[in-house]
Antibody, heavy 115, light 107 residues
Framework: EVQLLESGGGLVQPGGSLRLSCAAS????????MSWLRQAPGKGLEWVSV???????YYADSVKGRFTISRDNSKSTVYLQMHSLRDEDTALYYC?????????WGQGTLVTVSS | EIVLTQSPDFQSVTPKEKVTITCRAS??????LHWYQQKPDQSPKLLIK???QSISGVPSRFSGSGSGTDFTLTINSLEAEDAATYYC?????????FGQGTKLEIK
């Protein structure tokens, strides 16, 4: 059974940093791209970033230069390092398996950017 | 960036009714357009991939059609459990984008 478990969310001040983790199980992690998406409170879905199985990375313009996605295949974990956080980054952050259509999602980890 | 515009934003429907949600793209996405259902406090659920391909475990009353810039999600014989917000999502080109969502309320 595929499972995705996000962690690392919390309250951070504007300009601060946070690192999210997503621990995966139930599939051969190294064979798949992994994605991060987010949803601001009461708002719609937004794609954030993807890392392919080969390590190529892509970002939404809204986070480019501030967020870094990475993966550790030995730990079956994908990370999202977030710097220079802004109020508008407040959201529930989901990780999802694959690059294009997302059948498997985690439950999300909440990031709140506020002073 | 490809902008996806869904219509309607909100619809109140009765059980057994047929529902159609449309998604229009600002430029062609081919068939790289997927549909998700999200219920309150739940993660999104993939309903349809690549415009019209069904997903294992998704009831057959959900279907998708379209290509290029115009897409449709159809729910035949709506059930009470279909109350949710529905999103289209394009993966034709970076930046991947979502529609603004269509909220379905069951009367």
């Amino acid at each position: 059974e595929v499972q995705l478990l996000e962690s690392g969310g919390g309250l951070v001040q504007p300009g601060g940093s946070l690192r999210l983790s997503c621990a995966a199980s139930g599939f051969t992690f190294s064979n798949y791209a992994m994605s991060w998406l987010r949803q601001a409170p009461g708002k719609g879905l937004e794609w954030v970033s993807v890392i392919t199985n080969g390590g190529s990375t892509y970002y939404a313009d809204s986070v480019k230069g501030r967020f870094t996605i990475s993966r550790d295949n030995s730990k079956s974990t994908v990370y999202l390092q977030m710097h220079s956080l802004r109020d508008e980054d407040t959201a529930l952050y989901y990780c999802a398996k694959d690059q294009w259509e997302f059948f498997y999602w985690g439950q999300g980890t909440l990031v709140t950017v506020s002073s | 960036e490809i902008v996806l515009t869904q219509s309607p934003d909100f619809q109140s429907v009765t059980p057994k009714e047929k529902v159609t949600i449309t998604c229009r793209a600002s430029q062609s996405t081919g068939t790289s357009l997927h549909w998700y259902q999200q219920k309150p406090d739940q993660s999104p659920k993939l309903l349809i991939k690549y415009a019209s391909q069904s997903i294992s475990g998704v009831p057959s009353r959900f279907s998708g059609s379209g290509s290029g810039t115009d897409f449709t999600l159809t729910i035949n014989s709506l059930e009470a459990e279909d109350a949710a917000t529905y999103y289209c999502h394009q993966t034709s080109s970076f930046q991947y984008t979502f529609g603004q969502g269509t909220k379905l309320e069951i009367k």
